[in-house]
C-alpha cells in the first residue's frame, strides 16, 4: 500500500546527539516533519519513523494494535542508541504516550523527553463499549488536522479504526501506571485550547511522574497539532534548548553559533 505523500519517515544522520520523533494516532511523520528538519537542520541526528497501519489508508491500521506501535519506536531507540552518546525522545499526542513508555523502560539511557499535548486517556464517552462496538463499528469520524493556523493541515485518516482505539485505550492505561517511573528532565508543551487532548491528560502526567527537572509551556495560540500551528517555532526553539542545556556538546556548537 503506497504511503500518503508527505507522511514518509525521515531520518537525518547528524552529530553524536540523537533524537526520536514520534508521531500520534492515525496521524503520521508529517505532523511532525517541520521539528525534525529543524532539529536536523542545527547538526543532530534524527530519527523520525513511520508507525505500522499509519500514513496509508485507514482500513490497514485496523491491522495494527499499540505492541505494534510501540515496537517501531523501540526499534527506532535502539538505532540511535547504538549510534549516538546521547539520545532524547519527543511526541506529540499518542506519540506522547509513546515517549512516557520509552522513557519509563529504557531509564537512564534516555537523556530527556519533549511532550507536546500528550495523550493520558481516550476520553469519548463511548470510549468504555469499544471492546464489544470494535465488532459491530469499524470507524468513527477522525480527529485529524485539529490547528488554529488557517492553511495548515495535517496528513492523517479522515477515520478512526475502533479496533485501533481499543488498543490505544488498554495502551494508554498501561502506560500510565508507570508513569511514576519516568525520571528524565522533562519539557512539556500543551495547548489550553485542544479539542483531541484535554489539558486534563498534561496535568496528570506532570503530576505523576517522577522526574524533578520539568518544564511546563502553555501553547496560547494552537490546538491539539501545535507542531504545525502558531506556535510551531516556538516548538522547535525552546526543545533545541532544552537538548542544548542537557547535551554539552549542543550546548557548545549553539553558543558558538549565537557569539
Given at each position: ?143 485529524a488536522s485539529?490547528?488554529?493556523k488557517p ?109
Amino acid at each position: 500500500m503506497p504511503v500518503l505523500p508527505g507522511a514518509e519517515p525521515f531520518r537525518h544522520e547528524g552529530g553524536e546527539v540523537g533524537v526520536l520523533l514520534c508521531h500520534g494516532f492515525t496521524g503520521s511523520p508529517q505532523s511532525l516533519r517541520p521539528w525534525a528538519e529543524y532539529l536536523a537542520g542545527r547538526g543532530l541526528t534524527v530519527s523520525l519513523p513511520l508507525l505500522p497501519g499509519h500514513g496509508t489508508r485507514w482500513q490497514d491500521m485496523q491491522l495494527t494494535g499499540w505492541q505494534d506501535w510501540y515496537a517501531e519506536v523501540d526499534r527506532a531507540l535502539r538505532e540511535l542508541l547504538d549510534r549516538c552518546t546521547q539520545v532524547f525522545v519527543f511526541g506529540l499526542s499518542m506519540g506522547g504516550a509513546l515517549t512516557l513508555r520509552l522513557a519509563a523502560k529504557h531509564g537512564d539511557a534516555i537523556s530527556g523527553i519533549v511532550l507536546v499535548n500528550p495523550a493520558n486517556k481516550v476520553h469519548d464517552p463511548l470510549a468504555f463499549a469499544l471492546p464489544v462496538a470494535q465488532h459491530f463499528i469499524r470507524s468513527t469520524p477522525g480527529i485529524a488536522s485539529d490547528i488554529a493556523k488557517p492553511g495548515s493541515v495535517e496528513v492523517g485518516y479522515d477515520r478512526v479504526p475502533t479496533r485501533a482505539a481499543h488498543s490505544l485505550r488498554k495502551f494508554l492505561q498501561l502506560v500510565d501506571a508507570d508513569l511514576p517511573q519516568v525520571t528524565q528532565p522533562l519539557l512539556l508543551l500543551h495547548s489550553p485550547q485542544d479539542h483531541v487532548v484535554p489539558p486534563v491528560d498534561s496535568a496528570r502526567v506532570l503530576a505523576r511522574v517522577s522526574s524533578t527537572d520539568v518544564t511546563e509551556t502553555l501553547l496560547e495560540q494552537s490546538y491539539h497539532v501545535a507542531t504545525l500551528d502558531h506556535d510551531a517555532e516556538r516548538i522547535f526553539a525552546d526543545s533545541f534548548a532544552f537538548v542544548g542545556r542537557l547535551a554539552e556538546s549542543v550546548g557548545r556548537e549553539g553558543a558558538e553559533a549565537g557569539g
